[in-house]
């Protein structure tokens, strides 16, 4: 199965910082990654799909980059909203894996 | 609106079965597959499986193969996680998501708002 590791585990910041978080395939999966968020209590929501594109209702400050085995997810002002915890996910095969997440906290 | 919607909490005995839904509305539900996520206490998701209503083609997880199956019943739409000997190591959260076809081939969206399961003797 292909293995997604994200970095880092867990990072602090502040409202109005830039955040960017990575996440690497141990093969490549061309453009199929998808990045979720999840908040205490409640189901994953789908921010960017094929790594770059933002899901319709998705503010603009979230962004994603990438291709083949190292992506990004860039949040570039964060919001009191956005403290939650971070998955990316591979859409390349039915094998589906998820990395491990990134928690954002409050400094 | 397209929506999954999950039944409700479980507590359960070691040993005993169990079986968990999820049922679609607001679109062809045989006409997108369904997967199911586990996460446990406190930590991140874990795909279990998958499964095409339209035809019920299932595909597992190596980690869950034989330890659970999934199921659908396209004239209720409404799809199942099932157990038939529970475990304590089973205590946990379970979502439902459709996946995407198309442009979001792959990925997940919307999901279920969750079942919670907990095992305990």
């Known amino acids: 199965d292909i293995q997604m590791t994200q970095s880092p585990s867990s990072v602090s910041a502040s409202v109005g910082d830039r955040v960017t978080i990575t996440c690497r395939a141990s093969?490549?999966?061309?453009?199929?990654l998808a990045w979720y968020q999840q908040k205490p209590g409640k189901a994953p929501k789908l921010l960017i799909y094929?790594?770059?594109s933002l899901q319709s209702g998705v503010p603009s400050r979230f962004s994603g980059s990438g291709s083949g085995t190292d992506f990004t997810l860039t949040i570039s002002s964060l919001q009191p909203e956005d403290f939650a915890t971070y998955y990316c996910?591979?859409?390349?095969?039915?094998?589906?894996?998820f990395g491990q997440g990134t928690r954002l906290e409050i400094k | 609106e397209v929506q999954l919607v999950q039944s409700g909490a479980e507590v359960k005995k070691p040993g005993e079965s169990l079986k968990i839904s999820c049922k679609g509305s607001?679109?062809?539900?045989?006409?997108?597959?369904i997967g199911w996520v586990r996460q446990m206490p406190g930590k991140g998701l874990e795909w279990m499986g998958i499964?095409?209503?339209?035809?019920?083609?299932?595909r597992y997880s190596p980690s869950f193969q034989g330890q659970v199956t999934i199921s659908a019943d396209k004239s209720i739409s409404t799809a199942y996680l099932q157990w038939s000997s529970l475990k304590a190591s089973d205590t946990a959260m379970y979502y439902c998501?459709?996946?995407?076809?198309?442009?979001?081939?792959?990925?997940?969206?919307?999901w279920g708002q969750g079942t919670l399961v907990t095992v305990s003797s």
């Open positions: 998501a459709r996946r995407g076809s198309g442009a979001v081939a792959g990925t997940f969206d919307p």
């Open positions: 607001g679109y062809s539900f045989t006409s997108y597959w």
């Open positions: 499964i095409y209503p339209g035809d019920s083609d299932t």
């Open positions: 093969q490549g999966i061309s453009s199929w």
């Open positions: 094929a790594a770059s």
């Open positions: 996910q591979q859409a390349n095969s039915f094998r589906i894996t």
